[in-house]
């Protein structure tokens, strides 16, 4: 099973894209044959979806250190060496937290990524700021690559129109 999880607190403006992202998601993409799981802020309670899965995409905001708005992907390893370093985390149980948990009954997913996107605020508000909205439309390209890439889906052919052919 494909999981694709999103994590946030929808009520601290950008801290909430994993959530808003997971939602346009699942109403842009629900052909895909994947499992779709808002996380809020992590609980103990969801390693039992980690564990099931053979495939995660993590959806969540992170210091970067770069613009609002800006996308970075860590894959496997790279993820876990990013998740272990002091600060990234704002939620109560951190996601490293549940990988070690995963790691004690031998069930972490083989294949895993984050989706780690710069927040511009995380102050109280219910609504992204405009970079971090305008970055959803990149991070669903970019998950849509690495789903094709690991097999999960294929890519749409799109029927281009000449005045002499159709390809």
């Known amino acids: 099973m494909v999981l694709i999880l999103g994590v946030g607190n929808s009520l601290l403006q950008d801290d909430g894209i994993g959530c808003h992202l997971l939602k346009r998601l699942h109403l842009e993409k629900p052909h895909w044959p994947v499992e779709f799981l808002d996380g809020g802020t992590l609980s103990?309670?969801?390693?039992t979806a980690i564990e099931s899965c053979s495939h995660l995409i993590i959806i969540?905001?992170?210091?970067?250190?770069?613009?609002?708005?800006?996308?970075?992907?860590f894959f496997d390893t790279k993820l876990?060496?990013?998740?272990n370093k002091p600060g990234k985390s704002v939620h109560e149980v951190s996601l490293s937290d549940l990988f070690d948990m995963t790691r004690l009954t031998d069930s972490i997913p083989a294949h895993r990524l984050m989706v780690a996107i710069q927040p511009q605020n995380i102050t109280w508000g219910e609504n992204l700021t405009e970079a971090v909205y305008?970055?959803?439309?990149?991070?669903?390209?970019?998950?849509?690559?690495?789903?094709?890439?690991?097999g999960i889906i294929e890519q749409q052919k799109v029927a281009i129109r000449t005045a002499e052919y159709e390809y």
Do not use: M, R, Y
């Open 60 to 73: 969540d905001a992170a210091n970067l250190h770069k613009p609002p708005g800006s996308i970075e992907l």
């Open 80 to 83: 876990d060496e990013f998740l």
């Open 44 to 47: 103990f309670g969801i390693t």
């Open 134 to 150: 305008l970055a959803q439309s990149e991070a669903i390209k970019q998950i849509e690559v690495v789903l094709t890439n690991w």
